[in-house]
């Protein structure tokens, strides 16, 4: 059987305290490291394990959990941009460095902020994992525009028309942004200049029209639709001017060659294992130190201890929680879909976009939508891609087969506004970007010019809106905390507590899946299981290594994820996303 230090382990009253503790412990979410005294920490590092070790009598043998493998890219999607063929330009860190400013994370924040401030002449590091758009901004659509998917109503209705006017404005401003530096960096990423549109079930237009045109989007206009299959079967639309499209691959690419050539470094496939205020460690041992700040852009905040971890629970991961959304590509005759981009009102929302393809024959339509809640049971998935391909073609009929499908992360933020600017955790130059809300380009976009502009000193004029301390309605004194946040992690809480009852044997596991474990019912460990297209399995603890959560199969992406924080792994328990800076954990093998 296997020994996990999780709820329902024989603990001593030193160790774990009460059983309303140990619950207590695990809604707060403390690293599972910390939680266990260092005399009989369950985890050694490779240099210092042993075969064995006396652990509350039991002869226990430890596993080393510093195990990244062999070098890879893993995690990448084979999507309409390529992302699966990114493979790092830029070096690893091999030496201790100092510079102005550290970016961790190569997105479309992280780029976007370390671009603005080599342009000012800052001296500037981004330390990536992987490679340049890796994570999230490397999976989205490529959309920029002034339309806000929570509807321009509702806003108003919520912060009122001040408010509502700058956020549209903000958007505004990012799309304007990634323009000027499209034409003026030459970047090749297709940016194209064109309209969006927003279409109901409803033939009534008149409320979100008034409430676009109080937001101060005056080129607004009702869409002069005839219900063609060119335009999407669509009569009653929204049309508005401000928007555009790119390839975002393309775009991350660019901007990391404007940071190099204006003298800023970046390296990848150098991962950070403790971040700090001005000093940051990477996997491979080497340190960064910051002179001037620091920005932390990896969806979620990393941390660097157990006190760290319970701080930003409380003051940022409790504001937000993570979604997964959907995607795929349809092929379609060039020039049978009616330029835009399109999005609907519905809950959950689709978009829909042209990649223009390059043989002169045919081109793809996006489509996106299907979201839900991150780190749902394996029994709870659906075909999203097979419904995302009927809505489509229930629309767009003579589209043809499906050419790329994926999905990827976002963060919901309660007030609907990305999280950017100064940490609320400590009074430092330490910045962070989190809550994207679903806005990865535009809202990335915007939080790298807020949080360039607060770290040289210039004022923003949207940089309240997206101030991470922010409180933009209700009681004052009450923190913006997501109630799904605290929905999600006490319904994994729950999961981790309650024994499975019949566990399914490895046999029962499908070939290329993975499930959860409970080998020995009585006594609450359980274990993560992936058995490949072989039949070879690998074993993890069933424990997300950030702050203790029970992981959940995804059968879509054949990945680990956390349904409390958003942390991802691949099937081979490999780090995908944060905030987790290490892969998941080996369990530990016990022998009476």
Not at 56 to 83: H, I, M, Y
Not at 564 to 589: E, N, V, W, Y
Request: glycine share 10%; net charge positive.
């Amino acid at each position: 059987m296997y020994l996990q230090p999780t709820v329902g382990s024989k603990l001593t009253a030193h160790q774990a305290g009460s059983q309303s503790a140990v619950l207590t412990r695990h809604l707060l979410g403390p690293s599972l490291r910390e939680v266990w005294p260092s005399s009989i920490t369950p985890f050694v590092p490779v240099s210092t394990c042993r075969r064995s070790r006396r652990v509350l009598g039991r002869c226990v043998r430890t596993e080393a959990f510093f195990n990244f493998g062999k070098p890879g890219t893993p995690g990448l999607s084979d999507n309409c941009w390529e992302q699966s063929k990114q493979k790092p330009k830029y070096p690893a860190l091999n030496k201790n460095t100092e510079v102005d400013i550290v970016v961790v994370g190569a997105g479309i924040v992280g780029l976007t902020t370390a671009y603005n401030l080599t342009q000012a002449g800052k001296k500037v590091a981004v330390l990536e994992a992987r490679v340049i758009g890796g994570g999230q901004s490397g999976k989205d659509t490529g959309e920029i525009s002034t339309w806000n998917n929570h509807t321009y109503k509702r806003l108003e209705s919520l912060y009122g028309a001040e408010k509502t006017t700058r956020i549209a404005a903000s958007q505004k401003a990012a799309l304007d942004f990634v323009e000027t530096v499209v034409k003026e960096k030459r970047i090749n990423c297709g940016f194209s200049r064109q309209d969006a549109f927003v279409f109901f079930d409803s033939p009534s237009v008149g409320p979100e029209f008034k409430a676009l045109l109080n937001a101060g989007l005056q080129d607004t206009k009702e869409g002069d639709f005839s219900g063609t299959s060119e335009e999407g079967g669509i009569k009653h639309c929204l049309q508005l001017e401000d928007a555009a499209v790119l390839n975002p691959v393309a775009y991350l690419n660019g901007l990391a060659k404007a940071i190099t050539d204006k003298g800023g470094k970046i390296y990848e496939q150098t991962r950070v294992r403790k971040p700090d205020r001005s000093v940051l460690e990477t996997d491979g041992g080497n340190k960064v130190t910051a002179r001037e700040a620091v920005l932390v852009a990896t969806a979620q905040p990393i941390t660097k201890d157990l006190a760290d971890s319970l701080a930003h629970t409380a003051a940022i991961h409790s504001k937000s929680f993570a979604k997964r959304r959907y995607a795929i590509t349809l092929s379609v005759p060039k020039g049978s879909v009616r330029k835009g981009v399109y999005f609907d009102t519905a809950n959950p929302h689709h978009s829909v976009r042209l990649v223009e393809g390059g043989d002169g024959r045919k081109d793809l339509l996006l489509v996106s939508g299907e979201e839900h809640d991150q780190g749902i049971k394996p029994e709870e998935y659906a075909d999203y891609f097979g419904r995302l391909e009927s809505w489509a073609k229930s629309r767009w009929d003579f589209a043809g087969p499906r050419k790329h499908e994926w999905s990827w992360e976002t963060f919901q933020s309660s007030e609907k506004l990305g999280l950017y600017g100064k940490n609320t955790v400590g009074n430092t130059d330490y910045y962070i970007a989190s809550g994207d809300s679903g806005h990865i380009t535009v809202g990335g976009t915007v939080g790298g010019m807020v949080i360039a502009d607060a770290i040289l000193g210039d004022p923003n004029p949207y940089a309240d809106l997206y101030d991470p301390w922010r409180k933009l309605r209700g009681p004052p004194l009450l923190p913006s905390y997501s109630p799904t946040f605290f929905k999600n992690t006490i319904s994994s809480v729950v999961t981790l507590l309650t024994p499975q009852g019949k566990s399914p044997d490895i046999s029962d596991i499908p070939a290329d899946s993975g499930a959860v474990l409970q080998r020995s019912p009585n006594k609450g460990y359980k274990e993560a299981v992936y058995k490949d297209p072989k039949g070879k399995v690998d074993s993890f603890s069933a424990l997300c290594p950030h702050l203790g959560c029970q992981l959940q199969w995804n059968p879509v992406e054949k990945e680990w994820d956390c349904p409390c924080h958003g942390s991802c792994f691949d099937k081979k328990g490999k780090q995908l996303a944060g905030p987790a800076t290490t892969d998941m954990r080996p369990p530990q093998i016990v022998t009476d």
